[in-house]
């Protein structure tokens, strides 16, 4: 990530802060007309590198979690839950709960691979495409409207994994 | 990345992507549909490949 990263951050913050969460603040209520998504300028660069040598960290934002050691994320907050969570790859899906209250859950309880792509990604290691899988999956839950707390709080945690697991590559999957 | 937003992710401009007519909360594909799920993955991963930025790349599948 790069100084493109916050390119319009400031003007974008004094949009949300005099519009939407003033809103928020006056109502205790959500005005989605008053929201302006993320418009960036530029994309960031970078190198193509070799699948079948690099190091791969799935960071999904389905709100996938550990029940049996971590606290579920406060899905029903209507500013957003910035923390992330990590659980490692080889968890079984059964072991995994999902704390995120804004898109449908039937598909990925059904099969937790329409978003945590895991037993796939195991393959194409086991088949030499990609060349590791980092053995911690990071995610996060995917009700984020204040973008400089994204980019503070949890781009910043993803950004310490990235770094201390030496990876190579991020799949990111949105929910 | 890879998503089923064509216009939030337009505008957040990810380094490489593929986008598809997919739902929100089937990402990746349908539920059990092994194939589906790894065609998009594929197509997604092997973009890593290419020297950024990439266009983004709209896949058939829904």
């Not at chain 1, 004094?14 to 603040?25: A, I, P, T, Y």
């Not at chain 1, 993320?38 to 934002?61: F, H, I, P």
Request: net charge neutral.
């Amino acid at each position: 990530m790069s100084s493109q990263d916050n390119e319009n951050l400031e003007r974008w913050t004094e949009h949300f802060q005099k519009g939407w969460l003033k809103n928020f603040v006056d109502t205790k209520s959500i005005d989605w007309k008053l929201y302006k998504y993320v418009r960036n300028e530029q994309t960031v660069s970078g190198k193509g590198l070799e699948l079948s040598k690099a190091r791969l960290l799935l960071v999904s934002s389905a709100g996938a979690y550990l029940p049996s050691r971590d606290k579920p994320f406060y899905a029903a907050n209507l500013l957003g839950d910035y923390t992330i969570r990590t659980f490692p790859a080889s968890t079984p899906f059964s072991e995994l709960e999902y704390a995120h209250d804004h898109y449908d859950q039937t598909s990925v309880r059904d099969d937790a691979q329409v978003l945590l792509p895991l037993n796939h990604l195991r393959n194409l290691v086991d088949e030499k495409v990609i060349g590791s899988l980092s053995e911690t999956v990071v995610s996060f839950m995917g009700y984020q409207p204040w973008v400089g707390r994204v980019m503070k709080k949890t781009l910043t945690a993803i950004r310490k994994i990235v770094q201390e697991e030496a990876i190579d590559a991020v799949l990111l999957v949105p929910s | 990345m890879t998503s089923w937003n064509a216009g939030i992710i337009r505008g957040i401009k990810p380094p490489r992507g593929t986008i598809t007519a997919l739902q929100r909360g089937m990402t990746l594909g349908h539920p059990h549909d092994e194939a589906q799920q790894k065609r998009v993955l594929m197509e997604t991963l092997k973009l890593l490949e290419l020297d950024a930025p990439v266009e983004l790349v709209r896949l058939n599948e829904k």
